[in-house]
């Protein structure tokens, strides 16, 4: 079964690789869909090509993990990828309200699909994409929150990294 792990991954925290790592258990590939939506333009920090590149720098061992690129609905790409399975993780309950409304609007918006839930583990159910951007951002070890691959990403970006 080929599934869709859709988000905006900028960057890949080690919460995302819990979830991708997870899926690979259960499913036979896994596209992780970086959301390439004009309007965040001004608030990223990675490209989306960036992002995918490190995607696939960190799945590459796990064999069937591949990523690329989506615009537009959601829905609308996983009808034109064939695919039927949305998977999404989920860290506390404050993400909830969030998610049932996107699993229920996806399925409206196109019938065939569901979306797959997948907990993450509770050592990453802090760690978020926003917060590893905050603590680089002024210098902070994020060492322990991504893999190898964001931090080196990372570092290109923020010389000072972890030296504090
Ligand atoms: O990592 P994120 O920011 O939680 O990911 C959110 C994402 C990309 C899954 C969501 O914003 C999305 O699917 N956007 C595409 C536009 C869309 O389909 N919007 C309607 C969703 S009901």
Known sequence: MHVIYPGSFD??????????QRATRHFDRITVA?????????????????????????TAHLGKVD???????????????????????MRAVSDYEYELQQAHL?????????????????RWSYVSSTMVKEIARYGGDVAKLVPPATL???????????KK
């Not at 960057?11 to 991708?20: A, F, Q, R, S």
């Not at 990223?44 to 960190?58: C, D, G, M, S």
């Not at 080196?152 to 972890?162: C, N, S, T, V, Y």
Request: proline share 5%; glycine share 6%.
């Open 11 to 20: 960057p890949l925290t080690n919460g995302h690789m819990d979830v991708i």
């Open 34 to 58: 970086v959301l390439e939506n004009a309007s965040k333009r001004g608030q990223w920090l990675f490209e989306p090509e960036e992002r995918v590149e490190i995607i696939r720098k960190a």
């Open 106 to 122: 996806n399925r409206q918006l196109n019938p065939q699909v569901e979306t797959f839930f997948i907990m993450a583990a509770t």
């Open 152 to 162: 080196e990403a990372l570092q290109a970006k923020f010389p000072e990294l972890g």
């Open 67 to 89: 990523s690329e690129t989506f615009s537009g609905l959601l829905a609308e790409y996983m009808r034109k990828k064939g695919v039927r399975i949305i998977v999404k993780g």
